[in-house]
Structures are given as structure tokens and as C-alpha cells.
């Protein structure tokens, strides 16, 4: 029932409930009369005039009522539905009489005038037909007052998720928008909404593509989707999408539909999707976005029958070059190179970041060695500066072209075309920019012939052999595990992995070699094994190869086995080219497979890829290992520090062990320690050792 201690003018069921207790008052032929809620002692509606008596009084009648009917009820048990229980109140000039419900705990009063009394029957007859009306009230009230809440919630839903709905009835033109869409286009709620209005705060196109979406949904009774700018009423720009429906409605045809305010969200997506396709030190497009402008490139030229060139540098520090393979530039380095290339090339050009110290350049309309030449002057002149103002830094540039359509037809061939010229001018110290040519490409078969051939032989000596890296915790200094990394070791030189990547990739040679180095691998092991008990573990790098060959789980849990050691002493490392590409099943079979063995996977590279957050939910991986472009410059860099933190505080909350690779300095290791990152590998503590010179420092550490 009502339960306000006052009638208020913005609630109708208040009004009509008062009303009803005039009607009430009038057939009883009395001026005061209402209801109280006895066992509360609330009054719940009363007749107008009742409200004008004094506070005082009208608190004593309340209070007495319900005071007399649970002392009656609680004395005598009286059944007062059957009753009339008179109180005398001077003040009113007359007597009150009550009628107790005990179904409904209420009372209904009436007071009358001085010297009458009140008709008993009279009383209760119309005391019985009041109520029903004054409940019915207090229902729609209640149910009001709901909708006022729902109402209300709706409109902070719509706030917070910037959403609002609307209505058009086609027939008439009735447009009905909720708050928030007026807030939206910045309109006030003044009754003058028009679709001619609303459409007038789209700028062309947007408003004609808007008008043929509403006219199309409403001939085919079918339903859009379009985003677009607006203009609000005050000047403001935004992006908002409208999605509308068509239906047949009450009265007629309607349209309906939500219109978002999207320009914080397309805000943050345009943010995302710049800090995937660029590079986080120079600014300049990273090789992702580089293939997609280069397939661009490719897909104009063709349909334009234009030529362009593809340019691929190299940038290396002949001071480090021979003593530190894959030692890395200095940012500020890179910034400078970044924009000395942007003073070569056009603002039609693309300038890529590929890898740590490569570049390429996309040169739109240059079609031959002469066209060219000033682009390769101005880039020669440009390193020549670089070595005067800063004659510490002997920076070695290479550069490798190949030109559309002379050399390739498709991104993937051009790219690889200009690669090759890129090896040959490593190779020729005196012409540091090749060109590429048939004579490079039979160079290059030649070469590929050559080492494989090489490789076979080698691998009859055994000479692809495991160099170990050690594993370290910052926290204790001690060594917690190895990474095992192919080395070709001749007589004459010892090679690392990128300099016989045509080895590795060849399906055939690449997995002898996969198969030789992991048997060398589980033999040092269980050699490791009995000269020491320290835990852990030696990180395996496989190959796509490897992991999609039918025998590659058996094989290696049987050597496991055969040298007494268990798979957990082992972490297999994967990269995302091994996954992306695949059959997802198969290779989740495979690795599930293994993984109920107790072997354990690691995410190489880990946040270089796009996908690599959706691998680690949807792969069993247990370890991912940061990336060294992260930490290179880390002890000056707040965003890396920012990347590699979240990196750690996403891997903590699934349970997953991290390291970070490639630390070369104290003050990497420092800001590493710093963001929560204990374990790390790097040139800081040591270079990749034979066996026997890792069995020493491991044996000597104990």
C-alpha cells in the first residue's frame, strides 16, 4: 500500500488514491477519513482534507488507531472486521470510528461531524468497495515506479556503454529517440525531431550512404548495419553506428534500431592497430604491415603496368661483427638511421623496419639501375654522414635490389630476389649495393647446391653439434637451465643457425640435422645427469618439420627413455611459424600428445607475432620466452619496460614460467629484476658453449 508520509504532485496513484478517499468520505457523509497500516502505525492514504489538520493531531490519530487495535486484538482477541471502536479526539469536533482488516493489517477511519454518528454497516459496506480500488492503485503504483527504476537503470546502461535506441513510424514520420541519442548528435529533447534534422549532422557522404541504408531496410523489411562521422549540434565530431531493423509494428511499418557513439573505441583500435604494424623504437612500419604495402605495391604496379624497386639494407657494426653474432644497435642508432632513410625517399615510398638491423624501402616508379642511382647517392651520402659526425659508430651498410616486374612478379619472389642480392653484397665487401641478376640467382642455386651437399657430408662426420647457452635466476645467480642451439663446427669454422638457413629449411637435409643434434642432445643429458643432480632442464628448438613428422614424439620419447631420463627434463621451443599455417587439430593432437608425456612447450620470440596471446590459451604451452628486441634498451625505454611488464603479469596469472632472452648488459639485468622478470639468458653471463665447457661451469657451480 501507499506508504509516503505526504501527497506529492509528480505521483499520479497518489492523487487518485486520495481521490478514492474523497468518494469514501462523501458516501459516508464525513469530511476526515483514510487508511492506516495498524501494525506500522503508517498512514497510507487519506482524504484531501484530512492532510490540512495538524501534525500533531493527525500523528495521534495514527498512533491510536493502531495502538487500540493490538491492544484489542492482543487482549481480547477481538475480531474487529465486526466492529466500530470509537475514539475521542476534541479537536475534531466529532467522533472516529475504525474498521480493523485483519487479512490485510490495515485500518480504515473516518472521523465525523460533531454530533453524528458513524453507520456501522454503512461504514463497512463502503470501507469493503473502497478497498479493492485503493489496492489496484497501490499495484499500478508499484508497478510505475518499477518501470521508472528500469527506466532509470536503461538510461545508465545507455550512458556508460555510450548506446541508444530509437523508432521511426514510417507512415507519419514520428521519430522516438531515447536520452542518450540526443546526447549523442548534442540535440535537446525540444519535441522538433525530424529525420531531416538528425541527417543534417552527417557530412556528405555519410549522409547520403545513411539515407539509402534507411530507405533500402525499409522497402525490403530487411535490417543495416553502417558507420559513420557526425557533426554534432555543438561542433563536436564523432563516429557512431547505427543499426537498424524494419518490421511491421503496431501502427504500420516501422524502422528501429541502436545508434553507438564508437570514436573512443575506433580511437583505441586505430592505437592498437598502429602499435601491431610498427616498430616500437623508430615509428617506421614493421614487417607485417611491410608485406601488406608490398602486396599492395605488387597488386598497382600490375594493374598499372608500372615498375618499382625494392630496396633491402642491412646496417652492422664492423667493431662487433665478428665478435658477437646478432649483437644489436643501439635505438638511438636506429632513430637516426630511420631518419636519415626518410630523407631519401618520398612520401610515396614505404620505409620498413624489418628485423632488428635490417631495413627495406619500397621506391614507387623506379624501374632500373639509372633511376635508381639518386635514391643510392643520396642513401651512400647520408651513411658517409653518419661516420663523420659520429666516428666511434663504423657502421657497414648492405643493400640488396630487385626491381617489379623485371625480377618477380609477386611480393613473396621480389622480397626473396632482393634477400639474394642482399647475401651477395655480405659477401662482396667492395660492391656493398647488388642489384639482383640471373647471375646472383645461379650464384645463389649454386650456393644452395653446394652447402647441402657440405651439409651431408658433414652430418656422416657428425659435425652439427649442440652449443648450450645457460639459464640464469637473478635471484640466486645460479644456472636453472640451457638452451641447446645447432652450431655446424668444421674444421675451419664454426657457423651458427642463420648462416646455413638454406640447410635448416631444406625439408630433406634439415631434418637429419634436427634428428642429429636432438640425438647429441639427450646423450649430453644423460652424460649431465651423472655428474650432477642440480635440477634442470635444456630448451630443444623444433622446426616445423620436426613437430608435424609422424615419428618426431616417438622417436624422442624412446631416446628419452634409452638414456634413463624423463621428458621432463626436456622443454621443447616453438615458434609461431611452426603453428601458423598448419592444421590446428593435428598439431594440437601432436603436441597434446606429447605434453600427457610430461614434456613440456615454450612460445619462442614470444610478442613479435600477432597471434601469440591466442596460442598460449589454445596450445598447451607452459613457458614463453620474451623476445630480445624487447630488452634490448630496456634500462632506458618506458614503453618496453610497459610491454615486458604486462608480458610477466599475464604469464603469472596463467601459470606459465618466463625468461628473457638476449641480456647483454647489468643494466638490462637490473631493469628485468625491476618489473619482476627473474630468469634470463644472454651474452651478459655467457655465449653459447660446447658440452664439455657447459658440463664445466654447470659441475663448477655446485
Known amino acids: 500500500m501507499l506508504d509516503r508520509s505526504n501527497p506529492s504532485d509528480d505521483d499520479p496513484f497518489e492523487e487518485l488514491a486520495s481521490a478514492a478517499c474523497n468518494l469514501l468520505a462523501d458516501s459516508l457523509g464525513v469530511r476526515y477519513c483514510g487508511i492506516v497500516n495498524a501494525d506500522e502505525a503508517t498512514l497510507r492514504a487519506s482524504s484531501s482534507e484530512f492532510w490540512y489538520l495538524p501534525d500533531d493531531v493527525k500523528r495521534r490519530i495514527v498512533t491510536g488507531l493502531s495502538d487500540a487495535v493490538l491492544t484489542a486484538e492482543y487482549d481480547a482477541y477481538i475480531t474487529l472486521s465486526s466492529q466500530l471502536i470509537t475514539l475521542d479526539e476534541p479537536n475534531l469536533g466529532g467522533t472516529l470510528g475504525a474498521l480493523f482488516f485483519p487479512e490485510t493489517e490495515v485500518t480504515v477511519f473516518a472521523v465525523t461531524p460533531a454530533g453524528r454518528e458513524i453507520d456501522a454497516t454503512r461504514f463497512r459496506r463502503a470501507a469493503v468497495s473502497a478497498l479493492p480500488i485503493l489496492y489496484r492503485l497501490e499495484d499500478l503504483r508499484m508497478e510505475r515506479l518499477r518501470l521508472l527504476q528500469q527506466a532509470s537503470l536503461l538510461t545508465h546502461v545507455e550512458e556508460l556503454a555510450k548506446v541508444g535506441g530509437w523508432e521511426q513510424t514510417l507512415a507519419s514520420g514520428r521519430m522516438l529517440w531515447s536520452d542518450e541519442v540526443y546526447r549523442m548528435h548534442g540535440l535537446e529533447k525540444d519535441g522538433m525531431l525530424t529525420l531531416d534534422r538528425m541527417l543534417a549532422l552527417y557530412p556528405s557522404p555519410a549522409r547520403e550512404r545513411l539515407t539509402m541504408e534507411l530507405e533500402r531496410a525499409a522497402a525490403e523489411r530487411s535490417s543495416f548495419d553502417v558507420t559513420t562521422p557526425i557533426r554534432t549540434a555543438s561542433g563536436d565530431q564523432r563516429i557512431v553506428r547505427t543499426v537498424g531493423r524494419a518490421e511491421m509494428g503496431p501502427q504500420g511499418p516501422i524502422l528501429y ?162 634477400e639474394m642480392a642482399l647475401a651477395q653484397s655480405r659477401r662482396t665487401p667492395s660492391e656493398p649495393v647488388r642489384v639482383f641478376d640471373d647471375q646472383i640467382a645461379n650464384d645463389v642455386a649454386k650456393r644452395r647446391q653446394t652447402i647441402l651437399a657440405r651439409a651431408r657430408e658433414s652430418l656422416k662426420k657428425g659435425e652439427f653439434v649442440p652449443y648450450y647457452q645457460p639459464q640464469i635466476d637473478i635471484e640466486t645467480n645460479q644456472i636453472v637451465g640451457a638452451e641447446a642451439l645447432v652450431r655446424w663446427h668444421t674444421v675451419d669454422v664454426l657457423l651458427d643457425a642463420k648462416d646455413f638457413a638454406y640447410v635448416l629449411d631444406d625439408h630433406e637435409v634439415g631434418g637429419e640435422v634436427g634428428r642429429a643434434v636432438l640425438n647429441s642432445v639427450i646423450s649430453d643429458i644423460g652424460k649431465l645427469r651423472e655428474i650432477t643432480q642440480r635440477p634442470f632442464r635444456v630448451s630443444v628448438n623444433a622446426s616445423r618439420t620436426e613437430v608435424l613428422r609422424n615419428d618426431f614424439l616417438d622417436s624422442f620419447l624412446e631416446k628419452t627413455r634409452n638414456e634413463n631420463l624423463q621428458p621432463n627434463d626436456f622443454i621443447i621451443e616453438i615458434t609461431e611459424d611452426v603453428i601458423i599455417g598448419v592444421d590446428d587439430q593435428t598439431l594440437h593432437d601432436k603436441i597434446s600428445y606429447l605434453a600427457s608425456s610430461g614434456v613440456e612447450f615454450s612460445l619462442d620470440d614470444f610478442g613479435t607475432g600477432y597471434a601469440s596471446l591466442i596460442h598460449i590459451t589454445s596450445f598447451p604451452i607452459k613457458e614463453i620466452k620474451i623476445d630480445k628486441q624487447f630488452v634490448f634498451g630496456i634500462e632506458s625505454d618506458r614503453r618496453k619496460r610497459a610491454i615486458v611488464k604486462g608480458i610477466i603479469q599475464i604469464a603469472r596469472s596463467m601459470g606459465l614460467h618466463v625468461i628473457a632472452e638476449g641480456v647483454e648488459t647489468v643494466e638490462q639485468q637490473e631493469a628485468l629484476r625491476d618489473i619482476g622478470c627473474r630468469y634470463v639468458q644472454g651474452y651478459l653471463y655467457a655465449f653459447p658453449l660446447p658440452f664439455d665447457e657447459f658440463a664445466a661451469m654447470l659441475y663448477g657451480g655446485n
Open 257 to 418: 534500431g541502436i545508434t553507438q557513439d564508437v570514436t573512443s573505441q575506433m580511437s583505441a583500435e586505430r592505437r592498437q592497430w598502429w602499435a601491431a604494424n610498427h616498430d616500437t623504437v623508430t615509428k617506421l612500419p614493421n614487417r607485417l604491415l611491410f608485406e601488406d604495402r608490398l602486396e599492395t605495391a605488387v597488386q598497382r604496379a600490375r594493374r598499372d603496368g608500372r615498375q618499382f624497386a625494392l630496396i633491402i639494407l642491412e646496417l652492422a657494426n664492423r667493431n662487433h661483427r665478428t665478435t658477437m653474432s646478432g649483437y644489436t644497435l643501439p635505438d638511438k642508432l636506429m632513430l637516426d638511421v630511420s631518419a636519415r632513410l626518410s630523407a631519401v625517399t618520398r612520401g610515396s615510398d614505404t620505409i620498413a623496419r624489418l628485423s632488428l638491423n635490417e631495413f627495406a624501402i619500397i621506391l614507387t616508379d623506379v624501374h632500373d639501375r639509372e633511376t635508381l642511382k639518386p635514391a643510392l647517392s643520396r642513401l651512400q651520402a647520408q651513411v658517409s654522414a653518419m661516420r663523420r659526425e659520429d666516428p666511434g659508430t663504423d657502421i657497414v651498410v648492405n643493400v640488396g635490389v630487385a626491381f617489379f616486374p623485371e625480377h618477380a612478379t609477386g611480393a613473396e619472389e621480389l622480397t626473396r630476389a632482393a
